[in-house]
């Protein structure tokens, strides 16, 4: 019978049938970061268990660094403390850390594909909803909380019940000034928030096929945001030219090998979903959240509407008010769904030698030490400086506030990471979400404003 | 793992769609904060006024409904972050069953690690449950019987709900995934020899 990818993945690694739709399924990669990796460690090892197999946990502080140019690990006192945790608990056991200033260090979703940790075919699991992201690998990638990390890692396996399936294909040409984050915004905003809940998604069609590795990690980062723990696309020739060379991807005689196993791990024809959507190209405008839930989204030619009295009162907007033209004064790049180089490059082509609006703050935040470098060696840094944005340190950063780092209340702020939840850029601030290149074009604006017209 | 068999409590309506682990408990609370003493933060957003007093318009706040161990919610409860912390400080402020029409994967997920019982009903349900107990303040209960899976509205009707039965099972017991899981050590071992021999590649790159 015909498999989609996800029914084969999972197929792959039952270990055990635990009887009602659960099975004990094997974990290929844990990722851990500071937030919570040292003390799941602890617990692990307080418990009386060992982590099971350290080599295939990778360690990386993102949620709580600063981001400060040249920053160290004292710059936020309370992370360095997450930082030492992780540091003594990855020694003891012998997993791998990826420590600030070297490279493999990095937003977590943003290092595991950049050094190769993410295969297609494998199962991983992160304590972090976003780790859905790695999904466009082609592999089944699913966030956890504390308790079931603890279980990861002292089992390298996890019982899970199988979701239903879901199939979202995109299909058509690509409009100006649309991105995969336009692409996805989109369909949260159609199919609704709690749409994917209890499902995997895979995400198809002509207009995902187009897409490249970057891109296709920006489209499964918000899959948890439309409810779904996993999000994914078939691996391709893309895929694979992404991965070759990367530090943990298969070398010499195994790299055919492994790809002679990937060629077999896409839906095949005919393949069943639970649920199947369609959604046309030509119906996707440049996307702007005006709510607290990513659902409430509009293209940026669009109005404010009326109904969730609550968020537009947090958000300081008023029913039928238009969206573009709002004044803006705070403009965030970064986060794991859009700080790779290609989302920093599409926002420094925005700037065409215009200045950030004398009243707003922008950030630059790379998602990794890699991108940084591999920015500054093509000068991109020194556009966006002398364009009146600043240029930070690889982290999470503005996109959770858990790193002392925040959004003044009451501000406004474009930020082209994936929740515009109350508080979640700090107390009071109040997000939009969009693209890098609209981000960029609100900054240089000092307004919400259409990139279309910008460029 | 805390144990759950069955609580009669006064149903606290807290009826908004999308209510994520952000605003249930926020980031920096977290960086910090163990899986205790979460309790007084849960919800702060909503529940305090700026000068650090209670919110009285916050239902947890109000009379014949603060401490109640179960609260009504509605569609897509505890979506957003991973973060179990979520669940800490639910079960900190004294909430043992959250009744919805939906929650977050993860969410649901880290309930049952905690033993706090997440139920699933119709909204329609849920807002009979709130009717019922906002027709008679102070006396209105509502049972969770987890034993028998059933709701008791405040008037007595009887709501079946459905529950995982290893879900349940682990529920009632307290009992813990990871001693339970090592019941299938050697499966595992076996599946790791197989799994080595066939697919190398995925060993081998990270040795
Ligand atoms: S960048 Fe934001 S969403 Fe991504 S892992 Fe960090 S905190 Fe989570």
């Known amino acids: ?455 | 793992m805390e144990s759950f068999s069955s609580i009669t409590a006064t149903a606290v309506p807290f009826l908004r769609q999308n209510v994520d682990t952000d605003v249930i408990i926020p980031i920096q609370r977290l960086v910090g904060t163990g899986r205790t003493g979460l309790g007084p933060y849960a919800f702060e957003r909503l529940r305090y006024l700026a000068d650090g007093s209670d919110n009285p318009e916050f239902p947890l706040n109000q009379p014949g409904y603060k401490g109640s161990q179960l609260l009504l919610a509605d569609e897509n409860f505890g979506c957003g972050s991973s973060r179990e912390g979520a669940v800490w400080a639910l079960m900190g402020m004294g909430v043992r069953c959250v009744i919805a029409p939906s929650f977050g994967d993860i969410f649901f997920a880290n309930c049952f690690q905690n033993g706090l019982l997440p139920v699933r009903l119709p909204i329609a349900v849920i807002r009979q449950i709130a009717e019922e107990t906002e027709a008679s303040p102070g006396n209105a209960r509502t049972t969770v019987d987890l034993e028998r899976r059933v709701v008791i509205t405040p008037t007595g009707t009887e709501i079946p709900f459905e529950v995982d039965t290893r879900k349940r099972e682990a529920m009632l017991h307290g009992l813990d995934d990871i001693a339970l899981t090592k019941r299938h050590a050697e499966a595992i071992a076996a599946w790791r020899v197989g799994d080595r021999a066939a697919r190398p590649w995925a060993w081998d790159s990270v040795a």
């Open chain 1, 1 to 455: 019978m015909a498999k989609t990818m996800f029914d084969k993945i999972w197929d792959s690694r039952v270990v055990a049938d635990l009887g009602d739709g659960w099975s004990l399924l094997y974990l290929d990669r844990v990722l851990i970061h500071d937030l919570s990796g040292g003390r799941a460690i602890r617990e692990v090892l307080d418990a009386g268990h060992g982590v099971a197999e350290p080599n295939k946990v990778f360690a990386v502080p993102d949620h709580a660094v600063s981001s400060r140019p040249g920053r160290d690990e004292t710059t936020f006192p309370i992370g360095e403390k997450l930082l030492k945790s992780l540091r003594e608990t990855t020694g003891k056991t012998g997993v791998r850390l990826f420590d600030l200033g070297r490279p493999g260090h990095g937003i977590v979703h943003v290092m595991a594909p950049e050094l190769g940790v993410v295969l297609p075919g494998l199962t991983l699991a992160c304590g972090d909803s976003h780790t859905c992201t790695n999904g466009a690998m082609g592999c089944m990638a699913f966030g956890i909380g504390a308790s079931e990390l603890g279980h990861a890692l002292a089992t390298q396996t996890l019982p899970q019940r199988r979701p239903r399936t879901m199939r979202i294909r995109f299909e058509g040409a690509r409009p100006p000034g649309v991105t995969a984050k336009d692409m996805i915004l989109h369909a949260i905003g159609r199919l609704g928030t709690a749409a994917g809940t209890g499902y995997a998604i895979e995400y198809a069609g002509s207009a995902v096929e187009a897409l490249e590795i970057e891109e296709r990690l920006t489209l499964c980062n918000l899959s948890i945001e439309m409810g779904a723990k996993i999000g994914m696309v078939a691996p391709d020739e893309k895929t694979f030219a992404y991965l070759q060379g990367r530090d943990f991807a298969p070398k010499a005689a195994q790299w055919q090998a492994a790809i002679a196993d990937w060629r077999a791990v896409p839906s095949d024809p005919g393949a069943r979903f639970d649920v199947d959507h369609l959604i046309r190209m030509e119906d996707i405008a440049p996307q702007i959240t005006w709510g607290t839930s990513p659902g409430q989204v509009a293209p940026i030619t669009g109005f404010v509407p009326e109904g969730d009295a609550a968020a537009l009162s947090y958000m300081g907007l008023e029913p039928g008010q238009k969206l573009a033209g709002t004044k803006v004064d705070w403009v965030f790049i970064g986060s794991c769904t859009n700080s790779r180089l290609s989302d920093l490059r599409a926002a420094a082509d925005v700037i065409g030698g215009r200045h950030v609006a004398k009243h707003v703050t922008a950030w630059v935040v790379p998602g990794s030490e890699t991108v940084k470098r591999e920015a500054e060696a093509e000068g991109l840094h020194t556009r966006f400086l002398e364009a009146g944005f600043e240029w930070r340190e690889p982290g999470c950063a503005l996109c959770v506030a858990a790193n002392g780092e925040q959004v003044p209340a009451g501000s406004r702020c474009v930020s082209t990471s994936n929740r515009n939840f109350v508080g979640r850029q700090g107390t009071g601030a109040r997000t939009h979400l969009a693209s890098p290149a609209m981000a960029a074009a609100a900054a240089l604006a000092g307004a919400l404003v259409d990139v279309r017209e910008m460029v």
